[in-house]
């Protein structure tokens, strides 16, 4: 006999549930869906992890690909040669290209100048140079290549100064190039040598005080002369002020004489490969301060010529050696001609020296035919090669380098197109001490753009990247303590409805935009602390010793007016006492300060060595922390708080105390998020741009001093790339600072991940 209740259908549910639930058909349907959304979801959210890898990979390729063109090395492309211009019998003493690459200009030794089209050497115009019919040419000398200036030295002890000029027109929207010779110092020679005695060697520069001409006298006297010009508004006269000096004579055969653009420094080489430095900073007290031998003793300074500037002289040798050197101080705070790198040998000696106009480098052709392309600061070569079967005798380069003419022992001009974009960038340049012009000792320097277009661009990452680590140390130094320990807090020891206020208000703060964080730090807490700074040093000493004195103080209150404090609430009696505490202490301050720092903090931090400056490490530690601090805070707390119940209650039972169980059981389970909440705001305060563009002074030194600022490579990226042109190296290094961020950042999670999964690992079995 059945014993089934009728009451009771066959799935055990009764009638009115049996009708209540939905049929097979309909049940098989809901599976399906609920199979289908699953599916959905788990490939959606492999997709979108996906997409994110794709993105990182994406970026990473883009910043990759506008960086890859600093690596290309230079090369050129030779084009037909042909017959130099002019006579061909003359010597050829200076080739130039006008900006455009349209005309070249070449200076002969019958004081002629030939202006033709560079493609095909098609005369333009020649010019003959007023030399006097009594007077022959006896030397030669091209100032810095900006200047488009010559100076021929004459046998009567005169020289003739000429600059070759293109007047540029637009007749029927086609631009046409009108070359001309002009005479700064007037049509007639000017007097060197009032002897009148040959001038054998002569070296001429423009600056802000005139020209400056030093010529060497046949009879070994070296001379010196500034032409000052004067032009009368009315008249349209222009008036020449002459002054003459003679140097000391130097020793030897003269083989080169170079003068500066700043008219305080001659130098001249021998034939013993010595220079003499003469400082003719005060012209009528000329003195010779020091002759540096340059190469060894058998061979000879064959080339000698300055890099743009004037700064750095770059030295050829017979050896095929090529060696810059350039003034800076000693220890005794005397200018000395110092060795600051060598470069790449020739293999034959070195024939010509041909300066770029408008950077640090120098194309160089040897005796046997080899031209190599150079550059002084990230000390490269660029290209070394072959290209004629004879000496070059001279090289002609394009203002915006991008075209070079080259003059072989035959007469014949060989055109090249030039491609060399990018020679400032080196692993050297970049990453190590480098020696740059004006400074005493090579530095890590970060200084992009100057007030002259002689300025030599220093592109060091490294002061940069410190600073990068340096503003994310201090921040993480603020941070990491408060928002941990605020996360054990709240997640284990917070009343429930207390916790459910403190949590999100505390998130609530990351939504705040940084760049008001920046603002307020950079307005407000930078001139409050410059001006309360034992304020400062008083609360970070006094609040956690006032902390224990009140949690001492609460152990010993009578356990009837502890149990009136709800538990889990009793934080909030420490409210009061820490604004009191901090009220004291900025009251205080003043008198504080004349106590024991003499009435100023900031004088008292100078004379002991220590610079202050007013937006420090110190103001974006405190910014950039409470930026910082709802990211741990965040993800911390949830690791604390999801930590199994049964652990913390097995431990209570066991008899071990709050505190205990907090050390000995939740810190070590909740490790890996609180890890992963650390490296995630490390990641934040690294890639923060706001704060530090605004509160830290943007000046990027290298130290960890608390109380001066920094760059950083975010914020260096948002102030510069603004102001960059497109495509130009600085444009290009900024996004290999990027690189370096982006490469920085993945490394430290990627570290990161693996510390947090072994933790993981380590702690998964409690």
């Known amino acids: 006999m059945s014993t089934t209740n009728p009451a009771i259908g066959r799935g055990g549910e009764s009638p009115r549930d049996a009708a209540l639930l939905p049929s097979g058909d309909k049940r098989a349907r809901l599976r399906k869906w609920r199979y289908f959304k699953d599916g959905v979801s788990r490939y959606g959210v492999g997709a979108g992890g996906i997409g994110v890898v794709v993105a990182l990979g994406l970026i990473f390729v883009y910043l990759f690909y506008e960086v890859v063109p600093m690596l290309m090395p230079a090369d050129v492309t030779p084009h037909e040669s042909y017959q130099i211009p002019g006579e061909p019998a003359a010597q050829t003493l200076h080739l130039a290209i006008e900006r455009y690459q349209e005309l070249g200009v070449r200076f002969s030794d019958d004081g002629v100048a030939t202006f033709f ?121 222009t008036e020449i002020n002459h002054s003459a000096y003679e140097l000391p004579s130097p020793p030897g055969v003269t083989r080169r004489v170079l003068v500066d653009s700043d008219h305080r420094a001659v130098f001249v080489a021998d034939n013993q490969s010595r220079i003499h430095y003469y400082d003719v900073s005060t012209p009528s007290n000329p003195r010779r301060v020091e002759a540096v031998r340059v190469l060894g003793d058998d061979h000879d300074v064959t080339a000698m010529e300055f890099l743009v500037g004037t700064q750095s002289i770059i030295v050829g040798g017979s050896d095929g050696s090529l060696s810059q050197w350039f003034l800076a101080r000693d220890e005794e705070n005397v200018r000395r001609l110092r060795h600051v790198r060598s470069f790449e040998s020739q293999p034959a000696p070195i024939a010509t020296i041909s300066p770029e106009l408008a950077r640090k480098g120098f194309l160089v052709g040897d005796a046997a035919g080899g031209l190599s392309i150079h550059y002084a600061t990230s000390n490269r070569t660029l290209m070394q090669d072959t290209i004629l079967d004879g000496p070059i005798q001279a090289i002609g380069v394009s203002p915006v380098n991008r075209a070079l003419l080259v003059l072989g022992p035959d007469g014949q001009v060989l055109p090249m197109s030039l491609r060399n974009p990018h020679p400032q960038v080196s692993l050297s340049a970049l990453w190590g001490k480098v020696w740059y012009e004006g400074r005493d000792e090579p530095t890590y320097t970060w200084q992009s753009s100057g007030a002259t277009d002689d300025f030599e661009p220093k592109f060091s990452l490294v002061p940069v990247t410190l600073g990068t680590i340096k503003a994310a140390f201090y921040a993480m130094l603020f941070a990491t303590p408060l928002a941990i320990m605020g996360a054990v807090y709240t997640a284990y020891f917070m009343q429930r409805h207390l916790r459910g206020i403190v949590k999100p208000t505390v998130e609530v703060m990351e939504a705040l935009p940084t760049v008001i964080l920046g603002f307020l730090a950079g307005l407000w807490l930078a001139p409050f602390i410059e001006a309360h700074l034992p304020a400062v040093f ?170 001066e600022g920094m760059r950083t490579l975010s914020a260096n990226i948002a102030v510069e790339l603004t102001e960059t042109a497109v495509g130009s190296t600085h444009y290009r290094i900024l996004f290999l600072s990027a690189l370096v961020l982006l490469v920085l950042t993945f490394v430290l999670n990627t570290a990161a991940e693996i510390v947090r999964q072994r933790l993981r690992q380590r702690y998964s079995n409690l």
């Not at 020649?126 to 021929?152: G, K, M």
């Not at 929207?173 to 007037?186: A, S, W």
């Not at 741990?632 to 119940?645: G, K, L, M, N, W």
């Not at 490790?671 to 563009?693: D, K, N, Q, Y």
């Open 117 to 237: 089209e560079t493609p095909d050497g098609e005369v333009r115009n020649s010019v003959d140079l007023p030399i006097p019919a009594e007077a022959r040419i006896t030397s030669f000398a091209a100032a810095e290549a900006r200047q488009r200036l010559v100076a021929y030295g004459l046998s009567d002890g005169t020289a003739v100064v000429a600059r070759h000029d293109y007047d540029l027109t637009y007749p029927d929207n086609v631009r046409h190039i009108e070359p001309k010779l002009t005479f700064p110092l007037g049509e007639e020679p000017v007097v060197m040598d009032a002897q009148g005695e040959p001038l054998i060697q002569v070296a001429i520069q423009e600056g802000s005080r005139g020209f400056a001409i030093a010529g060497l006298t046949a009879d070994n006297r070296l001379v010196f002369s500034l032409y000052r010009t004067s032009t009368n508004v009315f008249t349209g006269e």
């Open 538 to 707: 008083s609360i970070f000493i006094l609040l956690p010793l006032l902390m224990l004195a009140v949690g001492f103080a609460w152990t010993r209150l009578p356990e009837a007016i502890r149990a009136r404090i709800p538990v889990g609430t009793e934080m909030l009696i420490l409210i009061p006492a820490v604004l009191l505490m901090v009220w004291v202490c900025v009251q205080l301050s003043p008198m504080v300060e004349v106590w024991f720092f003499d009435g100023s903090t900031r004088q008292w931090l100078t004379e002991m060595g220590i610079t202050y400056d007013q937006r420090n490490a110190l103001v974006v530690g405190i910014a950039m922390g409470f930026a910082v601090i709802p990211t741990i805070f965040s993800i911390a707390e949830d690791a604390v708080y999801t930590v199994p119940r049964h652990l913390t209650q097995g431990s209570l039972a066991l008899g071990a105390t709050a505190w205990q169980t907090v050390v000995g059981v939740v810190l070590p389970t909740a490790s890996p998020g609180i890890f992963a909440a650390v490296m995630m705001g490390f990641g934040r305060a690294v890639g923060e741009t706001m704060i530090v563009l605004m509160a830290t002074g943007n000046t990027p030194v290298i130290n960890f001093n608390i109380f």
